[in-house]
């Protein structure tokens, strides 16, 4: 599947949820909770240094892509100086602003059944695109029942299939066998967590897809008898992992909490960096390229098929014990997200980190095949140990792949929250 350009491109869910979290468990007026956005898009806002890298990066992959009558549009409303902003710089965004308040007026209901549909269809019949007005009419949020996995007394919750949830979830069924030692054990955090992440995602890209086309049962991916058979693949050296077969049977996160109790665990992505890059003219609008999950072999479980959602990436987490919500905690990133989700629940409940430390703790990241990426800040020794492993390692000179993550907890007795935010951007923890 390519990555930009109308073909990846699949119909868009945020504007919809936007307004159906809002009608069910909203206490404002739908246009209050836009507000700010539109003025930050009229007005402009100050870009931030680790965004404005980001955005130089993107700047360089679609201006490369400009003579894309769908992705030309880009440059107009990203970089209307001709180039990226840089740090400190004010971007508006003025057709931003106006789309904002279509679908504050309308409750989102323009995007998906009125003149920005329409716009959207006529810019994609222009252009060469798939997406069409009936696909946008036909959308309706899914309301779903999230997955937990047991982990030392703790219930880590997940979205279910099609996110990739189930991947952090069955690497830590996997590290609950083996008893929780030192943070600096290389035996148990350097070679067992990433190995069971090696086998986790190996299954998770074999067995998941939209929930209706899986072949494999969430239940059978997290049976006891299957998560023993996969434990005993973990020795004493690196694998090459193959999947298991089990018996039948761009991204932003947000973590809020307020005075009754009440706490959120949000995601939502355009997946890769801005997108697929195409941009509807005269609307701010930035489509995603989500489709650049599916497969395009025939005989694959994600294979691309009409009205069928692909393998994902954003997964919101959440944690509990004995019934009561603990809090929100996520780690965007792509493919980093289930990995970065093990090392942080694994540093608040084995190692007891607080928020902020268990989000500043350096991280790994497997690569595939044996090839593992490991940020700065790793004792040589410890490094040393995962090379003698097998594991073919790499320093990181970049940290913003390593996942943005966000924690809040909730203290079961007293009710006091603690925040914590990432370290690898901009990003701070807000009291209002």
């Given at each position: 599947m390519p990555l930009h350009g109308w073909t990846p491109v699949t119909v868009p869910g945020t504007p919809a949820a936007w307004a159906t979290l809002s009608q069910r468990f909203g206490k404002l007026d739908f246009a209050t909770l836009l507000a700010p956005a539109i003025r930050i898009a009229r007005e402009g806002f100050p870009v931030s240094p680790v965004i404005s890298a980001l955005w130089q990066r993107a700047e360089g992959?679609?201006?490369?892509?400009?003579d894309d009558p769908a992705v030309?549009?880009?440059?107009?409303?990203?970089?209307?100086?001709?180039?990226?902003?840089?740090?400190?710089?004010?971007?508006?965004?003025?057709?931003?602003?106006?789309?904002?308040e279509a679908l504050a007026e309308s409750r989102c209901e323009s995007f998906y059944r009125g003149a920005l549909a329409q716009t959207i269809d006529a810019f994609s019949r222009r252009t060469g695109g798939y997406l069409r007005?009936?696909?946008?009419?036909?959308?309706?949020?899914?309301?779903?029942?999230?997955?937990?996995?047991?982990?030392?007394?703790?219930?880590?919750?997940?979205?279910?299939p099609n996110g990739q949830?189930?991947?952090?979830?069955?690497?830590?069924?996997?590290?609950?066998?083996?008893?929780?030692?030192?943070?600096?054990?290389?035996?148990?955090?350097?070679?067992?967590?990433?190995?069971?992440?090696?086998?986790?995602?190996?299954?998770?890209?074999?067995?998941?897809?939209?929930?209706?086309?899986?072949?494999?049962s969430v239940a059978a991916l997290f049976s006891d008898t299957y998560a023993d058979t996969r434990r005993r693949l973990i020795g004493a050296s690196?694998?090459?992992?193959?999947?298991?077969?089990?018996?039948?049977?761009?991204?932003?996160?947000?973590?809020t909490a307020d005075a009754d109790g009440n706490m959120v665990s949000y995601i939502q992505s355009n997946y890769h960096g801005f997108g697929s890059g195409v941009v509807v003219p005269d609307t701010g609008i930035s489509l995603q390229n989500r489709g650049h999950g599916f497969s395009l072999d025939a005989d694959h479980v994600n294979v691309l098929a009409p009205g069928k959602r692909t393998f994902h990436t954003i997964?919101?987490?959440?944690?509990?014990?004995?019934?009561?919500?603990?809090?929100?905690?996520?780690?965007?990133?792509?493919?980093?997200?289930?990995q970065g989700h093990l090392q942080v629940v694994m540093n608040l409940i084995d190692y007891g980190l607080n928020p902020q430390a268990a989000l500043d703790a350096p991280r790994w990241q497997w690569m595939g095949e044996r090839q593992v990426s490991i940020e700065p800040g790793y004792p040589l020794h410890l490094v040393r140990d995962m090379a003698a492993r097998g594991h073919?390692?790499?320093?990181?000179?970049?940290?913003?792949?390593y996942g943005r993550g966000q924690i809040i907890l909730r203290h079961p007795d007293t009710g006091v929250y603690c925040g914590g935010t990432e370290p690898r951007t901009d990003s701070s923890i807000a009291v209002l």
């Amino acid at each position: 599947m390519p990555l930009h350009g109308w073909t990846p491109v699949t119909v868009p869910g945020t504007p919809a949820a936007w307004a159906t979290l809002s009608q069910r468990f909203g206490k404002l007026d739908f246009a209050t909770l836009l507000a700010p956005a539109i003025r930050i898009a009229r007005e402009g806002f100050p870009v931030s240094p680790v965004i404005s890298a980001l955005w130089q990066r993107a700047e360089g992959e679609f201006r490369a892509r400009a003579d894309d009558p769908a992705v030309a549009p880009w440059l107009d409303a990203f970089a209307p100086l001709g180039r990226a902003p840089h740090p400190g710089e004010l971007h508006r965004n003025e057709a931003q602003a106006r789309t904002l308040e279509a679908l504050a007026e309308s409750r989102c209901e323009s995007f998906y059944r009125g003149a920005l549909a329409q716009t959207i269809d006529a810019f994609s019949r222009r252009t060469g695109g798939y997406l069409r007005a009936e696909d946008l009419a036909g959308y309706t949020p899914e309301w779903v029942e999230p997955i937990a996995a047991d982990y030392r007394g703790y219930q880590v919750w997940e979205i279910p299939p099609n996110g990739q949830g189930m991947v952090a979830l069955m690497a830590l069924r996997l590290m609950e066998g083996f008893d929780p030692s030192v943070r600096d054990d290389p035996e148990l955090l350097h070679h067992r967590q990433i190995e069971a992440m090696k086998l986790a995602y190996t299954d998770g890209h074999h067995h998941i897809t939209d929930g209706g086309h899986m072949r494999t049962s969430v239940a059978a991916l997290f049976s006891d008898t299957y998560a023993d058979t996969r434990r005993r693949l973990i020795g004493a050296s690196a694998i090459d992992p193959e999947p298991g077969q089990p018996q039948a049977g761009g991204t932003v996160y947000l973590a809020t909490a307020d005075a009754d109790g009440n706490m959120v665990s949000y995601i939502q992505s355009n997946y890769h960096g801005f997108g697929s890059g195409v941009v509807v003219p005269d609307t701010g609008i930035s489509l995603q390229n989500r489709g650049h999950g599916f497969s395009l072999d025939a005989d694959h479980v994600n294979v691309l098929a009409p009205g069928k959602r692909t393998f994902h990436t954003i997964i919101p987490g959440f944690l509990s014990r004995d019934g009561i919500g603990l809090g929100p905690f996520g780690v965007m990133g792509g493919f980093m997200q289930p990995q970065g989700h093990l090392q942080v629940v694994m540093n608040l409940i084995d190692y007891g980190l607080n928020p902020q430390a268990a989000l500043d703790a350096p991280r790994w990241q497997w690569m595939g095949e044996r090839q593992v990426s490991i940020e700065p800040g790793y004792p040589l020794h410890l490094v040393r140990d995962m090379a003698a492993r097998g594991h073919q390692v790499s320093l990181a000179i970049d940290s913003t792949s390593y996942g943005r993550g966000q924690i809040i907890l909730r203290h079961p007795d007293t009710g006091v929250y603690c925040g914590g935010t990432e370290p690898r951007t901009d990003s701070s923890i807000a009291v209002l």
